[in-house]
T-cell receptor, first 113, second 112 residues
Framework: KQEVTQIPAALSVPEGENLVLNCSFT??????LQWFRQDPGKGLTSLLL?????REQTSGRLNASLDKSSGRSTLYIAASQPGDSATYLC????????????FGTGTKLQVIP | EAQVTQNPRYLITVTGKKLTVTCSQN?????MSWYRQDPGLGLRQIYY???????DKGDVPEGYKVSRKEKRNFPLILESPSPNQTSLYFC???????????FGPGTRLTVT
C-alpha cells in the first residue's frame, strides 16, 4: 500500500528565505506527483504537476523535483513571502489498473514578515 | 470557466438521515473522485470513477455510495450518516492519463 510522508509537519521561516519542503513515497510505481497548497478552511490549489518521466517542473518562484527511484520529491520556494503561508500537500497518482491517489499529511508553512 | 462545483458547501444533519452531496464538472473529464479530510489524517480517497457507470472503492469507502450516470456528475450518498462521518469533503476531476486533478471548494459536513 502506498504511503506518502511529508516532513516537516510545520515550518516557520522569516520572509525572504528560500525553503525546501519534502515529500517521500514508498511505492515508485506512480503516474505523477502533484503539489497543492491549501489555505485554512479552503479548497486545494494546484501548484505543480510532475509526470513520472520528468525530473522537475518550475512555475515562478516554485520548483518541484522528482526522484522516482528513491521515492522522493521536493518543493523549493524561493524568496518566501507572507502570502506563501499555507499548508502544502503532495499527492501521488498510483499506476496500475485503478489509479488511486494518495496524499501526504502536509507541511504547514508560516512565513513571518 | 473550468470548474468543479459541490453542493451544499455546509451541511449539519442528524444521525441516520440520508443525504446526498452533489459534484459537477464542466471540463469533460473522465476521472472523478471523492475525498474526505480529517485533522491528522490528511486527505483520503473514498471512491473514484474512471468513466460513466465505472466506479471503484478508494481507501475509506465504508458508509458511502456513489453513482456516475452522467459524465459531468458524481454524487456522494450517505445512506445513514453517523458522527464519525463528520468531515470536510472534496470532489475532484481530471482527464485521462496522468493529468492534474482539479478540486471543488469542499463541503463541510457535521453529523450530530
Amino acid at each position: 500500500k502506498q504511503e506518502v510522508t511529508q516532513i516537516p509537519a510545520a515550518l516557520s521561516v522569516p520572509e525572504g528565505e528560500n525553503l525546501v519542503l519534502n515529500c517521500s513515497f514508498t511505492d515508485s510505481a506512480i503516474y505523477n506527483l502533484q503539489w497543492f497548497r491549501q489555505d485554512p478552511g479552503k479548497g486545494l490549489t494546484s501548484l505543480l504537476l510532475i509526470q513520472s518521466s520528468q525530473r522537475e517542473q518550475t512555475s515562478g518562484r516554485l520548483n518541484a523535483s522528482l526522484d522516482k527511484s528513491s521515492g522522493r520529491s521536493t518543493l523549493y520556494i524561493a524568496a518566501s513571502q507572507p502570502g506563501d503561508s499555507a499548508t502544502y500537500l503532495c499527492a501521488v497518482l498510483n499506476s496500475g489498473g485503478y489509479q488511486k491517489v494518495t496524499f501526504g499529511t502536509g507541511t504547514k508553512l508560516q512565513v513571518i514578515p | 470557466e473550468a470548474q468543479v462545483t459541490q453542493n451544499p458547501r455546509y451541511l449539519i444533519t442528524v444521525t441516520g438521515k440520508k443525504l446526498t452531496v452533489t459534484c459537477s464538472q464542466n471540463m469533460n473529464h473522465e476521472y472523478m473522485s471523492w475525498y474526505r479530510q480529517d485533522p491528522g489524517l490528511g486527505l483520503r480517497q473514498i471512491y473514484y470513477s474512471m468513466n460513466v457507470e465505472v466506479t471503484d472503492k478508494g481507501d475509506v469507502p465504508e458508509g458511502y455510495k456513489v453513482s456516475r450516470k452522467e459524465k459531468r456528475n458524481f454524487p456522494l450518498i450517505l445512506e445513514s450518516p453517523s458522527p464519525n462521518q463528520t468531515s470536510l469533503y472534496f470532489c475532484a476531476s481530471r482527464s485521462g492519463g496522468g493529468y492534474e486533478q482539479y478540486f471543488g471548494p469542499g463541503t463541510r459536513l457535521t453529523v450530530t
